[in-house]
């Protein structure tokens, strides 16, 4: 059974400063492997995806994620936030070409 | 482009009642997505329908819920005699089909249910 963990339910970092959001996965397959965003009531954006190709994956808005098998992890990282990042992100994993299984988020609070 | 549109955005029910969530994907997509995020939770899945076919409803409740997706018009999920419990975002999303590896799924901002 795959599941998803994501390791902090509210990071906060100042303006400026990098992020580190963290996730975990479990999959008996070779996952797909996907981080969304979501803004306040707005919809769910995809930011970046691992489908088997490199492991660094680089997505929209400077965000990157690298995929570490021996330690099933995806972390989502950025070197400098801006306060337009302040949303809440999900890590997502996939074995299939349609069932995604959600972490339960992770809200991330920039300070000026 | 128009994205996945959902309407309404926020629907007000006593218990009870029934709730009709409305979805039209992306213009040109046939495959249409139902999750459901409870407070605090990630989505959960519950129905993948293709035009007039349902693919897969494994996250479906047994009972009360169904999902349709006609050959014309949205995507309805329909949830019958409401209950408290049922109170949730639910979230569509579409994607063009099956050629690749990976279709990406493309969200739409939700309809908040809040049961009375």
């Known amino acids: 059974a795959q599941s998803v963990t994501q390791l902090d339910s509210h990071v906060s970092v100042s303006e400026g400063t990098p992020v580190l959001l963290r996730c975990n996965y479990s999959s008996s397959y070779s996952p797909s492997l996907f981080w969304y965003v979501q803004h306040p009531n707005k919809g769910l954006q995809l930011l970046l995806k691992?489908?088997?190709?490199a492991t660094l994956v680089k997505g929209i808005n400077g965000f990157e994620a690298e995929f570490k098998k021996s330690e099933t992890s995806f972390h989502l990282t950025k070197p400098s936030a801006h306060m337009s990042d302040a949303a809440e992100y999900f890590c997502?994993?996939?074995?299939?070409?349609?069932?995604?299984?959600w972490g339960a988020g992770t809200k991330l609070i920039i300070k000026p | 482009n128009a994205g996945v549109m959902q309407n309404p955005r926020h629907l007000v029910r006593r218990r009870g009642q029934e709730a009709r969530l409305r979805c039209s994907p992306v213009?040109?997509?046939?495959?249409v997505y139902w999750y459901r995020q409870l407070p605090e939770e990630g989505l959960k899945f519950m129905v993948y329908?293709?035009?007039?076919?349902?693919?897969?409803e494994s996250g479906m409740p047994k009972e009360r819920f169904s999902a349709e997706f006609p050959k014309e018009g949205p995507s309805i999920l329909r949830i019958q005699q409401v209950v408290r419990g049922d109170s949730a975002a639910y979230f569509c999303a579409s994607s063009p089909g099956m050629e690749s590896d990976y279709n990406e799924q493309f969200f739409g901002p939700g309809t908040r249910l809040t049961v009375l």
């Open positions: 213009k040109g997509h046939s495959h």
């Open positions: 329908l293709q035009k007039e076919n349902i693919i897969d």
């Open positions: 997502v994993v996939s074995n299939s070409n349609y069932q995604l299984i």
């Open positions: 691992y489908t088997s190709a």
